[in-house]
Nanobody, 122 residues
Framework: QVQLVESGGGLVQAGGSLRLSCAAS????????MGWFRQAPGKEREFVAA????????RYADSVKGRFTISRDNAKNTVYLRMNSLKPEDTAVYYC???????????????WGQGTQVTVSS
């Protein structure tokens, strides 16, 4: 099993920045891919960003490309999502996920965190 715990969410004004963290524990050697997803009220969970657990090429949703950056610190078993130039439409619960493949499909990830709320005011 792999446990994921997100932190760093909060309330920020439009144009501001936040950094989300996802701390992984347990059988982390079984992880290949780490992803961030988000879900706004009344909407389906959508892909935000992903990268290999060991580092390498990253993948982003078009809606966040150029504003968000996914990164990792393997020494801390932690993945980050740096979010700049935040917009009200970025408001959602953000989830960290771990799986065996880099994918934009939520169902391809086996492990999920509990989520952290990000609210962007206009």
């Amino acid at each position: 099993q792999v446990q994921l715990v997100e932190s760093g969410g909060g309330l920020v004004q439009a144009g501001g920045s936040l950094r989300l963290s996802c701390a992984a524990s347990g059988r982390t050697f079984s992880i290949y891919a780490m992803g961030w997803f988000r879900q706004a009220p009344g909407k389906e969970r959508e892909f935000v960003a992903a990268m290999p657990w060991s580092g390498g090429s990253t993948r982003y949703a078009d809606s966040v490309k150029g504003r968000f950056t996914i990164s990792r610190d393997n020494a801390k078993n932690t993945v980050y999502l740096r979010m700049n130039s935040l917009k009200p439409e970025d408001t959602a619960v953000y989830y960290c996920a771990a799986g065996l493949t880099i994918s934009v499909v939520a169902g391809d990830y086996r492990y999920w965190g509990q989520g952290t709320q990000v609210t962007v005011s206009s």
